[in-house]
């Protein structure tokens, strides 16, 4: 089993989701200031998923294909793509035998068996917390309830998600699609959802259904991922005291996309996405004095960095850190291919954090 042969020159993506320590700044002469969303970047899954495509390509060679992005972030997709990976859209598109690696987003089992039946070796680097609304979903279909999978439609994760049991998922893009369901039995309802979702708004849209199904069940636990809720949580908290706030993140990465309405919904005065520096615009800043950066759980730090070194040089030289939990959750490689990393003497064993334990503060409010 041989190694890409630059592998060497292009640094690793995982593990590189926050700052070792503090940010060292030094005050602005004219005020001009960055509050610094903490938590922020890759979240546990993330960096797992990252990971795994990392570990496969160093341990087997390349190529190794990926079923869709491995994550949703444009630049993680060009750097894992010049280490060897082949992005594909199907299962049907990795020649049989191959080696392929399911993106964290999650498959429905009917990937699974069209990967079977070409002989692929899979690597499932499927979020766990992804996983877990997979289960939900598989028993209480067993059980019969009618399922409501509040999500966008489309989305990689949706689609996995209901191909547990599309005879009893139905999903609901949201508040205004709340007037369109129907369900066999009002009295046997219960909600999932998307674990990438603004907070807020699937609680709006679960309050909706229960108006109409006031017997509508919850979830065991919250399905939301704790890594969206805080990086959520702390634009919340640093919105309302920005001109600007910067989004770090891709166009079709649901949670980046949700900072930025969260941000202006908390009080920001305005917020844009870049998928780097170079995207952010001068304009934005000529009369901001406070600008709010942050990143989704997708996005790996050294963008941030340059988005940080942009601002600097812009004159926001005074860096805070808006720190509201501590993320310190770790989720292991995929089994099989921790196996065949032990077998081939290497140590799988690298922690994958989060950097932040859910808080009281982080959980659903349930009415």
Not at 10 to 39: M, N, Q, R, T, Y
Not at 139 to 154: K, N, P, V
Not at 315 to 336: A, W, Y
Request: aromatic share 4%; hydrophobic share 40%; with cysteine.
């Amino acid at each position: 089993m041989g190694a890409v042969s630059n592998s060497n020159h292009i640094p690793s993506l995982a593990g590189i989701s926050a700052f070792p320590g503090e940010v060292p700044s030094s005050p602005s002469s004219d005020g001009k200031k960055v509050l610094l969303a903490a938590p922020r970047g890759y979240c546990a899954g993330v960096d797992r998923a990252v990971d795994a495509v990392e570990k496969a390509l160093e341990l087997y060679g390349a190529p190794v294909y990926v079923r869709k992005e491995i994550v949703h972030n444009k630049f993680v997709v060009e750097t894992l793509s010049k280490r060897g990976a082949i992005f594909v859209s199907e299962t049907d598109e990795v020649p049989e035998g191959a080696r392929v690696v399911f993106s964290a987003h999650g498959v429905s089992p009917a990937v699974h068996a069209q990967a079977a039946e070409r002989k692929l070796e899979t690597i499932d680097a499927t979020c766990p917390l992804v996983t877990k609304v997979h289960r939900e979903a598989v028993r209480f279909a067993r059980e019969d309830y009618d399922i409501l999978l509040i999500g966008h439609e489309g989305h990689e994760e949706v689609e996995g998600t209901q191909g547990e049991a599309p005879d009893h998922i139905q999903v609901v893009n949201g508040p205004h699609d709340v007037d369109k369901v129907e369900v066999r039995d009002p009295d046997k309802v219960i909600w999932i959802s998307q674990t990438t979702l603004s907070v807020d708004e699937a609680m709006e849209t679960v309050n909706l259904l229960r108006k109409r199904f006031p017997n509508l069940q919850d979830p065991p636990s919250d399905d939301i991922c704790y890594a969206t809720q805080n990086r959520q949580g702390a634009v919340k908290q640093m919105g309302p005291r920005c001109d600007v706030v910067i989004v770090v993140g891709s166009a079709n990465s649901s949670n980046s996309v949700r900072l930025v309405e969260v941000a202006l919904d908390a009080g920001a005065k305005a917020a844009y996405r870049v998928d780097k520096a170079d995207q952010v615009d001068p304009a934005w800043l000529e009369d901001a004095t406070t600008v709010g950066l942050t990143s989704g759980a997708s996005v790996p730090e050294l963008l941030v960095r340059d988005v940080l070194q942009l601002l600097s040089d812009k004159g926001f030289t005074d860096v805070e850190v808006v720190r509201t939990v501590t993320e310190d959750i770790q989720f292991s490689l995929p089994k099989n291919l921790r196996a065949d990393l032990k077998a081939a003497g290497h140590h799988p064993d690298r922690p994958h954090k989060a950097r932040g334990r859910r808080t009281a503060g982080a959980r659903r409010n349930r009415s």
